[in-house]
């Protein structure tokens, strides 16, 4: 059984990663009369509810092969605005991504080398700090969720994708590009 303490901290977690920046909201969701499993159970059934009709994705670098699957996959999650190119110089367009895109899914794997790679996530990012940018890749060895590349990414995925695991990359890349946004905005 978890602490209120610890039931409070992990609601108020949720709350931030899901975008609830009222009092009154972050009141109600770390209610001490709740358990982890109610949190946990809110959690999940939050993130099956998540639309992202709102989404406009831009692909960028993947095989045909790789376009058709990812389009599948964004389709089936409730994306409807899909664009592609392949080629990886986005970072450098005349206008910001992020005018016409709200996601960025980038194939890792399609750059000559990581430096190349990293130097173009870098550019990308500095210039679309609200684009959410979630890189893909055959060789890394999973998904990964957490802030750790957040200078380049809000997230990677392990390609080939499922359905969930793309739905639940959305969702962790949009909670940590808040995060991003958050940190520019700090320093």
């Not at 602490?3 to 909201?25: D, F, Q």
Request: aromatic share 6%.
């Amino acid at each position: 059984m978890q602490s209120t303490r610890e039931i409070g901290k992990i609601s108020k977690i949720l709350g931030w990663a899901y975008g609830l920046n009222r009092s009154s909201e972050l009141t109600d969701c770390a209610n001490t009369d709740r358990n982890e499993d109610d949190l946990w159970g809110e959690f999940i059934r939050r993130m099956n509810d998540s639309s992202f009709d709102d989404v406009k994705a831009l692909l960028v670098g993947f095989s045909e092969l790789d376009l058709h699957r990812m389009r599948t996959h964004l389709r089936s999650i409730g994306v409807n605005l899909i664009a592609s190119t392949p080629s990886l110089r986005c970072s450098e367009a005349s206008s910001p991504v992020e005018n016409i895109f709200t996601h960025v899914l980038i194939n890792f794997d399609a750059f000559e080398d990581t430096e190349a790679g990293v130097e173009t996530l870098l550019t990308l990012r500095g210039k679309n700090t609200n684009a959410v940018t979630i890189l893909c890749s055959k060789v890394v060895s999973s998904d990964d969720f957490d802030s750790s590349r957040i200078l380049i990414c809000d997230a990677t995925l392990k390609m080939p994708l499922t359905d969930k695991r793309l739905r639940n990359g959305f969702i962790a890349a949009n909670a940590n590009n808040r995060e991003w946004r958050h940190l520019l905005t700090e320093g």
